[in-house]
């Protein structure tokens, strides 16, 4: 498919602008829409079109009328959980009646696919079963995770109304180069950001708490293989199957930089998810797809694009 024209919505932020580069390199004409409000300038590849606009805004309609685009990954969200829990009403307008907007552009201009970046690690709340596969009962504990499952059963409406073609693929925690170190979400990006300006980064609880961490280009191969190929399934998990805890995570970064920085320990977050790892098998047996990257190699790689763009 080749060719194809694929509009990425959130194109200029941290997953959007990796998948954007890995379609460019595989031939596809892209087309990058993003507000701006997490994304940067940087991070849009120079061969993709590009418009500053809001998934809200009217004038998205606009933009599919004169780039028609074959299909669509939608990246564009309010990202954080804890931002979730604090402004609830905020999250919903921008990631449930944005999706909304969008997807009424997606049945007026017959778009192929859509291809839905969703949530696994906030989805299950906290799932008896570890890892837990897409038939797990879906009990989100943030308005964030509320949200993405909310934005999926609107996927399906328009698919039963409107034969909308989707696949919504249920990220674990993503991490990588261009992540954003200095918002509520992304705790390596954090940490490594903190250790390498030799500042005390906060550990929220006792760090025990533990997450299912992705590298971004896995991510990104994996949202390449969704428009590609059809699959009779329409939520995939999209992780390692592994857990780590934040405390790995800090010591692994804490080793890499050979920082002697200790980390301070801060209150619970309510609302967090306590234990989660996301079965990946279905994505391997529909898309064949399997995560590539080791976390220490992965994060080895994110501490070095942190060294060269945070002086």
């Not at 009424?104 to 201009?109: A, D, L, M, S």
């Not at 180069?177 to 390596?188: I, K, L, N, W």
């Not at 920082?259 to 619970?268: D, L, R, V």
Request: glycine residues 8%; positive net charge.
């Amino acid at each position: 498919m080749p060719g194809n024209k694929v509009l990425v919505t959130g194109g200029a932020g941290f997953i959007g602008s990796h998948i954007a580069d890995l379609l460019i390199e595989n031939g596809y004409s892209v087309v990058i829409i993003d507000n701006m409000s997490s994304g940067r300038t940087e991070n849009v590849n120079r061969k993709a079109s590009f418009y500053k606009i809001d998934i809200l805004s009217k004038e998205l309609g606009k933009v599919f009328e004169k780039e028609k685009p074959d299909f669509v990954v939608h990246c564009a969200a309010q990202i954080s959980v804890i931002k979730s829990l604090k402004e609830p009403v905020f999250d919903a307008e921008n990631n449930i009646l944005g999706s909304i907007n969008l997807f009424e552009c997606c049945v007026r201009h017959k778009v192929k696919k859509i291809v839905f970046a969703s949530t696994g690690g906030a989805l299950y709340g906290n799932p008896k079963k570890i890892p837990s596969g897409e038939d797990t009962p879906v009990k989100p504990l943030s308005p964030y995770g509320v949200a993405k499952y909310c934005i999926e059963q609107y996927l399906s409406y328009y698919n039963r109304l409107y034969n909308l073609n989707y696949l919504s693929l249920r990220f674990a925690n993503v991490y990588g180069p261009r992540q954003d170190p200095f918002g509520e979400a992304g705790v390596v990006a954090i940490f490594a950001k903190k250790l390498l300006s030799n500042e005390v980064p906060t550990i929220n609880g006792d760090g025990n708490q533990t997450r299912d961490f992705v590298f971004v280009r896995d991510v990104a191969e994996a949202s390449l293989l969704a428009i590609e190929k059809d699959v009779p399934e329409r939520e995939i998990n999209i992780s390692t199957a592994k857990e780590t805890s934040v405390n790995e995570i800090f010591m692994i970064i804490k080793n890499a930089i050979k920082s002697n920085i200790q980390p301070k320990h801060g209150p619970e977050i309510k609302g967090e998810v306590r234990r989660i790892a996301l079965d990946n098998s279905l994505a391997g047996k529909q898309l064949g797809w399997k995560s590539k990257t080791s976390i220490d190699d992965g994060i080895r790689e994110t501490i070095e694009w942190f060294r060269d763009n945070y002086k």
